[in-house]
């Protein structure tokens, strides 16, 4: 089956550095990606999308790449604060519009 | 708005027990999801229900059940808990499908014995 999967469980940067959280997919058929924030104890929280039409999409400090042709997805955190220490996950949106697949997490620490 | 809210929060079973985690959502959601979360983990879907009166499964369905009570109300059942169903349970909504930002409840985490 089709599967999201993430290239490093944890990442840690300095506060105001940028952070990049990659993610790869197998499902060329899914036209639909998300990133979601996941703080200890909580359920996740949206923080962008990206349809497959598309190559970038910014929002507040966060930044999606997606590159087809690699099948690889990209979120971009500016200046990091302490506040984004969290998991985060990608996912896609399998086939039928309902199902949505996670990938494994990856943890980011902020170093004050 | 209360958002996406669940009950319990946390539950101990034995093996063999049965019990229903509830979930209510008050945005006026259409499409409402359960899934399962373990340790290290993303998250599966267990079933998902697109529309208020039905019903549908996910990646992981076997061992549970699910009723769309109403727009707000969807629960899920686990008639005879297993130790393989210990987990962190996640209830989400979304206005219209899964192309749609999913709002998350806060969990409910589950052991079984």
């Known amino acids: 089956g089709e599967s999201v999967g993430l290239h490093l469980p944890t990442l840690s940067v300095q506060e105001g550095d940028n952070s990049i959280i990659n993610c790869a997919y197998s499902?060329?058929?899914?036209?639909?990606f998300i990133w979601y924030k996941q703080e200890s104890g909580k359920g996740p929280q949206f923080i962008i999308d990206?349809?497959?039409?598309?190559d970038k999409r910014q929002g507040q400090r966060v930044t999606v790449l997606l590159n087809k042709t690699v099948k690889h997805l990209s979120l971009q955190i500016a200046a990091t604060q302490p506040g984004d220490s969290a998991v985060y996950f990608c996912?896609?949106?399998?086939?039928?519009?309902?199902?949505?697949?996670f990938g494994a997490g990856t943890r980011l620490f902020v170093k004050a | 708005n209360a958002g996406v809210t669940q009950t319990p929060k946390f539950q101990v079973l034995k093996t063999g027990q049965s019990m229903t985690l509830q979930c209510a959502q008050d945005?006026?959601?259409?499409?409402m999801y359960w899934y399962r979360q373990d340790p290290g983990m993303g998250l599966r879907l267990i079933y998902y229900?697109?529309?208020?009166?039905?019903?549908d499964k996910g990646e992981v369905p076997n061992g549970y059940n699910v009723s769309r009570l109403n727009k707000r109300e969807f629960s899920l059942r686990l008639e005879s808990a297993a130790p393989s169903q210990t987990s962190v349970y996640f209830c989400?909504?979304?206005?219209?499908?899964?192309?749609?930002?999913?709002?998350f409840g806060p969990g409910t985490r589950l052991t079984v014995t």
């Open positions: 989400a909504s979304s206005e219209e499908g899964a192309t749609y930002e999913q709002y």
């Open positions: 499902n060329s058929a899914s036209d639909y």
């Open positions: 990206i349809r497959s039409n598309m």
């Open positions: 996912a896609e949106n399998g086939p039928g519009g309902f199902k949505t697949i």
């Open positions: 945005m006026n959601h259409n499409s």
């Open positions: 229900s697109a529309s208020e009166g039905t019903t």
